[in-house]
C-alpha cells in the first residue's frame, strides 16, 4: 500500500499536513525533499494525485 501526503520539514521533523488514515502506528516510509522555488504548487499536488492512482491500480493487481 502507497500512501503520498504533504508535509513540511523543520527544524529535523516533518510536519504531515494530514494524518493518514489505515495506516499503523509503525510503518516503512519514503520521503522526497522538493525544493520548493523549483516546483509550482499545482504541479506538485496533480503529482501526488498521480502517485496516488498509481497505488490505487497497484493495488488491482495484488
Same mark, same amino acid.
Given at each position: 500500500?502507497?500512501? +503520498?501526503?504533504?508535509?513540511?520539514?523543520?527544524?529535523?521533523?516533518?510536519? =504531515?499536513?494530514? #494524518?493518514?488514515?489505515?495506516?499503523?502506528?509503525?510503518?516503512?516510509?519514503?520521503? +522526497?525533499?522538493?525544493?520548493?522555488?523549483?516546483?509550482?504548487?499545482?504541479? =506538485?499536488?496533480? #503529482?501526488?494525485?498521480?502517485?496516488?492512482?498509481?497505488?490505487?491500480?497497484?493495488?488491482?493487481?495484488?
Amino acid at each position: 500500500m502507497f500512501k +503520498t501526503i504533504e508535509g513540511i520539514y523543520q527544524n529535523g521533523q516533518i510536519q =504531515l499536513a494530514s #494524518l493518514p488514515q489505515d495506516v499503523s502506528d509503525r510503518s516503512q516510509v519514503l520521503v +522526497t525533499f522538493v525544493d520548493p522555488s523549483k516546483i509550482d504548487p499545482t504541479k =506538485l499536488r496533480e #503529482l501526488i494525485d498521480r502517485l496516488e492512482t498509481i497505488a490505487g491500480i497497484q493495488q488491482g493487481f495484488e
